[in-house]
C-alpha cells in the first residue's frame, strides 16, 4: 500500500504527461469556503425535516415550485442568505492555474458559481447556479451576486411579471440537455486524468466518468476525507481535505518542472 507521499508523487508525475484534465466536484471542495455540504445546497436541513414538516427533497422540487413557487423561494432564500458573502477557496484557484499548462474541463454538481469565479474557463456546473436568474415564461435573464434585492417572494420578471426562478434544477427535475451533450462531447474526447473531488458520486452521471476512466487505464484520483462509491476503483485514494491535497500535488509537480 503506496503512503500518502508516494501517491502525491505519481499523481505528479502523471499530471507531467498529461494534456487534457477532468475534475469532477462535489459539495466537500467548497466547504472549506464555509459552504455546508449537504448535496452542494445548504446543509441546513441534514437530516431533519422542514418547518413545514417536509424533507428538503420535497420542498425544493419542480413539482413544488409549479404549485407554490413562494416556498421553493422562501427556502431557497434561506440558503442563499447563509452562503451569502462565501467565495472560491484555494482548491478551487489550483484547479483554475492548471489551465496555464493543461486542458482543464470542470464538471461539478455546485451551485455557487465558485469555480467560474476562481478562473476555470470549461466549466459544466451540471445542476446550475444560483447567481444566474430566469423567467419561467418569457426569455429574460439576469446574474445577481446574491438574492438581497429580491423584496418580493417569489420575484416576478420585470417584462412579464411571471414568477422568476434559479436556474438550478430541482429535485426531480431533468438535467439541462445542453450541458449533458457538452459533457458527453468532452468525454468522447477522452481526457489523460479523471479526479474526483469532494463528492460521493452518488449520482451516476458523476461516478460514470470515473468508472469509465478506471476500465480504460486512465489514471484517477479521489480527493475526499471519507469513502465513496468511487474509493474502491481509483488508482490513487487521498483521504485529505481538497486544498491540501491539491496543494501537496502543485507543490510536488512545481518542484519536479525544469527551472
Known amino acids: 500500500m503506496p503512503t500518502y507521499q508516494q501517491m502525491v508523487e505519481e499523481i ?8 487534457r484534465l477532468l475534475f469532477i466536484t ?8 464555509g459552504l455546508p455540504t449537504y448535496r452542494g445546497i445548504g446543509g441546513l436541513y441534514e437530516g431533519n425535516l422542514t418547518e413545514m414538516n417536509l424533507p ?9 415550485f409549479s404549485a407554490r413557487p413562494e416556498v421553493v423561494w422562501k ?6 442568505k447563509a452562503t451569502r458573502g462565501a467565495t472560491y477557496n484555494k482548491a478551487h484557484k489550483i484547479i483554475a492555474d492548471l489551465q496555464e499548462n493543461h486542458e482543464v474541463w470542470v464538471l461539478t454538481q455546485n451551485i455557487d458559481g465558485f469555480h467560474h469565479a476562481a478562473g476555470s474557463k470549461n466549466v459544466i456546473d451540471i445542476h446550475g447556479d444560483i447567481h444566474s436568474i430566469l423567467c419561467t415564461r418569457c426569455d429574460y435573464q439576469t446574474q445577481v ?14 417584462n412579464c411579471s411571471a414568477v422568476l ?10 438535467l439541462p440537455a445542453k450541458k449533458v451533450a457538452l459533457l458527453e462531447r468532452e468525454l468522447s474526447k477522452g481526457f489523460d486524468m479523471v479526479f474526483s473531488v469532494g463528492t460521493t458520486s452518488v449520482f451516476p452521471y458523476i461516478a460514470a466518468p470515473v468508472y469509465d476512466a478506471a476500465r480504460e487505464g486512465i489514471p484517477t484520483v479521489e480527493i475526499n476525507p471519507t469513502e465513496t462509491s468511487v474509493s474502491t476503483i481509483v488508482d490513487y485514494k487521498l483521504a485529505e481535505k481538497a486544498s491540501i491535497a491539491l496543494s501537496d500535488i502543485m507543490h510536488t509537480l512545481n518542484a519536479h518542472l525544469p527551472s
Open 145 to 158: 451576486p446574491d438574492y438581497s434585492g429580491f423584496t418580493e417572494i417569489p420575484p416576478l420578471c420585470p
Open 12 to 19: 505528479a508525475h502523471h499530471l507531467q504527461n498529461a494534456g
Open 26 to 33: 462535489g459539495a466537500g471542495i467548497s466547504a472549506e469556503s
Open 56 to 64: 428538503i427533497e420535497e420542498v425544493l422540487s419542480g413539482h413544488m
Open 75 to 80: 427556502f431557497i432564500l434561506q440558503i442563499e
Open 165 to 174: 426562478r434559479p436556474d438550478v434544477v430541482l429535485f426531480g427535475e431533468m
